[in-house]
Every structure is written in structure tokens, then in C-alpha cells.
């Protein structure tokens, strides 16, 4: 039976206990607030948030210690990482510190000291994680700092002040429990922009030919890419190309043609190969797929070195479950800043 609020011992034996009723116990205390857990009564869950994240930290030895702990392994004292989660060399973890299964830890971030984190979370680089707990399915954005806090979704409480904050800024803290945003079909304004495109840069892709003819090498290799929405042992694949002789995003001229045909979108995830496919392990990394095949991705939006690592994954699925009209736009104009702060490269580098 639903209550509007939490009820007093007296109140609930007034409520609840038929009058005759000989099965309830004759004690005064015959109703109790189970508020603990087994193994700390002496130490209430819920008189403040304070309180909570008290106890929290304080059972994590008995936490890691339960035999039902699959996976769960130790890798320096006070520091336990669950089953199937990935940190990033470059990450520091400072005890006491817990990560949860299927957890991302992106590069140089730092995860404690008193830093819970739940299963199926997302660190993004350079992030900062201490005297906190972090929910599970929660993405954690790019030089975000959650200190003394409780993070869940987009919610942030401050255990201190007992402050609560919705993040609006799904870069800085999210829910990654969302439905991905479905894959979109290309619009003909974007299709028609890329025949443009095609035609104006002609001469550097001429250029490239004409190198390519020098070397005595192929002027384009043809590559294969798993189609969006498709299992992950699926046949559904399909062929593009890039030029051979140059480097940077020159080499992925011939892939206007296949923003041209709808078959790629101007923004979107990079194209994967099936055997990069069958190596996306947990269902946040298989959200790659969801997402339309793009000739630009929010990975080079962010100046990725490699465009599969770990740090390019976590973006690939953000990007599939946030992906919208802004966030292109957002992509597209720091692709375009990052062309206009460097050259394009004419060579390659292999």
C-alpha cells in the first residue's frame, strides 16, 4: 500500500493492526525502521546524504570480500575493479577506490581517493572522481570534476550542502540508460552539398592520383564497413574507399560520393570494419553501430590520435545516444576550427 510519506512505529501499528489481532507480537517495539544494512544498524542509510555515502565507503572491504563478487579483482591495495571493465593506462586510481563492472575508464583520469563508481559507467578523459559515488550507466564527461558528490544520470548531489543540480549539458554528465536516437536517412540538401563539395575539390583528388601513378602504387583501396543497425556477425556490409597517397581527412575524399548516394551522412560514427565490429564486447560499445556511418565523427571533433581506440569508442557512443541536429552542427564546426588551425596534409602517413 502506498504511503505520501515514511511512517512512524506508532503510526504503522495504528494502521496496520486489526483491532483483536492476536498474531502481532505484545513488545512496544514490535515495529521497527529497517534503514541499515545487516551489517552496520548503528549506522543509519538515509538521515542524510552525508550519512549515506558514509556507510557506503565504509562497507566497501565487506563489499569486495562477498563470495557472489564475480570477476572482482584487487589490483593494488584498496582498489577493486569488477569484471569486464577497462582502464585506461594512463589513469590514476587512488585508494580507497571501487569501479564496478563494464566500467570505462578513460585516459588520465583520476578515480579517488573515497570514489565509488557503479557498473556500466563511463569516464571520459581527464575527468576527476573523488569522495564521490557515481551511478551506474552514467557518462561522465571530458574535464568534469564530481567531488563530494552523488552523481545519477544527470542529477548531481552535493553531500556536503545537500545540494541537487540537473545537468543540462549532456558533455558534462548523463544517462547513458537512454534509447539510442535512430539512425537517420541522409537529407537531400546535405546529399546535393557533398556533389558539391566533390566537384570543387576534384584537383586535390587529381593530385593524389597523380601521386599515387608516381609511386607506382593503387591510387584508392577499398575498405569494408559494417551497415548501422546491423548484428554483429551480420554479412550487411558495404564497400568504400579512401586515396592511398595522401594523408589526414584528405584521404577520405572518395567517401562524398557515398555521402552523395545516402549511404554515409556528413556527421555520424566512423565506418568499422566487421573484424573491428565483432571486438565492441559490452552493450554501451555496440552502440557504435546505432548510429548512421559519418564522414566526420565526434572522435575527430575531439582530435582522436586513433579513431578505435578506447577513448573513440566511449565518443561513438555517446554520440549514438545523443546524436541530434545540435550536437552535427557542434561537430561540424570544430572539425572545420581544427582544419583552419592546421593544413591540410598532402602526404601520407602510414
Known sequence: MAEERELTPAEAIARYRARGDSDW?????????IDFLPDAPERPLFRSYHDFFAIVKHLLPQAAAAPDRVGLRRVKPGVWIGLHSRVSPDADLQAPCWIGANVLVGPRAVVGPDAIVENGTVLAADTEIADSIVGPETYVGEFTEVKHSLAWGNILINWQSNSCTHVPDAFLLSPLSQRAAPAREGHWLGRALALVVLTLTLPCACYAVMKAWLRGQRAWRPLMAVRPRAALHSADVLTYHELTAVGDWLKRWPQLWKVALGDFAWVGNRPLSPAAAVTL??????????????????ADAEACAELFDQEARVLASFYALRADWRLDLTILSRVLGLRLSKRISFDNHP
Open 25 to 33: 507480537p505484545s513488545e512496544a517495539d514490535n515495529v521497527r525502521v
Open 281 to 298: 564486447t559490452s552493450h554501451f560499445e555496440r552502440l557504435w553501430l546505432k548510429a548512421p556511418i559519418g564522414l566526420f565523427s565526434l
